[in-house]
């Protein structure tokens, strides 16, 4: 018999590569003896037959818990922090079953809101700036994220964007392929660079984002972390730059308070990414606390 096994991993099971094949054993061969054409990943059943992933998986696309127990855990954000489980346990309500493309996947809905009791509290301490990722995510109503559902008519189309911290990072993602290999958190964070926003036929209004006010010179970045890489000299790095501020002393760039002192048109935004002079080039990664491209202590 033909065993058909689909690996479930944080990048969830919704392309033909998780799908394995075995070889037959020769009860199967012996009992069909002409088996149908049938190309991999599809495989021949013991009563000869072909079975492809779209129907066979069709089949299994069901909650093994309770629409109850599921839809509360997706209601927690279940499905984006502990997408493993839940493509086994709530495959359904999730979303996580086999899909032909990548272009049908969908994430399951979710409402702008606090999802931890002690959002306001991070929120004073400056975790949507220092933890930007977790708190987008758990506490999108504190860090003010949320767009006013009057507004969401008209505006919606200008939601479906890059939402990374690191836009440029998204390009460069989706040039490497990452929306195919990392499809599930790529099109919660790149989704433009995956081209997962619909076409514009008019242009959409600008939406105002409110941030809490943060003090400019911080360290984005862990300030004990930080005051460890000084002390390697790792300052003239880009990162550093741009995450421990406060620790290298780099409190200015003179290049834009220059351009706003001789003339009255805005600067151009200085899009800052995180060097990649680094033995691992930037990649996707599954935890929202965990940093990519930290210097490197020697």
Known sequence: MLILICLV????????THM????????????CKKPPP??????????????VPAVFSKRRCTDLL???????????LECYRNASYMAV????TCGFCYKESFAQIEKPKRKCDDFHVKCPLWQKGEQCTKNANYMRLMCAMSCGLCVDPAKQTTENPAACRDTYIYPNDCKEWAARGEC????????????????RCSQRTTTPKAVTITKPRVDK?????????????????????AWMKRNCRKTCNICTIPSIEKSNQTTNTPATP??????????????????????????LIA
């Open 66 to 76: 309770s629409i109850t127990e599921c839809t509360t855990l997706a209601n927690q």
């Open 180 to 195: 195919q290999r990392n499809p599930f958190w790529m099109a919660h964070n790149c989704a433009e660079s995956c081209g």
């Open 270 to 295: 200085v899009v800052v990414t995180r060097p990649t002079t680094t033995k691992f080039l930037a990649r996707p990664y599954l935890k929202p606390n965990v940093m990519n491209n930290q210097p």
């Open 38 to 51: 049938c190309l991999p990943p599809g495989y021949v059943d013991k009563n000869c037959k072909c079975q």
């Open 89 to 92: 346990k709530c495959r359904n």
């Open 20 to 31: 394995l094949l075995f070889v037959p054993s020769n009860k199967t061969s012996e009992k």
């Open 217 to 237: 010179c911080t360290d984005i970045y862990q300030s004990s972390s930080c005051f460890a890489w000084k002390q390697h000299n790792k300052c003239g790095n």
């Open 9 to 16: 991993d944080m990048s969830i099971c919704l392309s033909l």
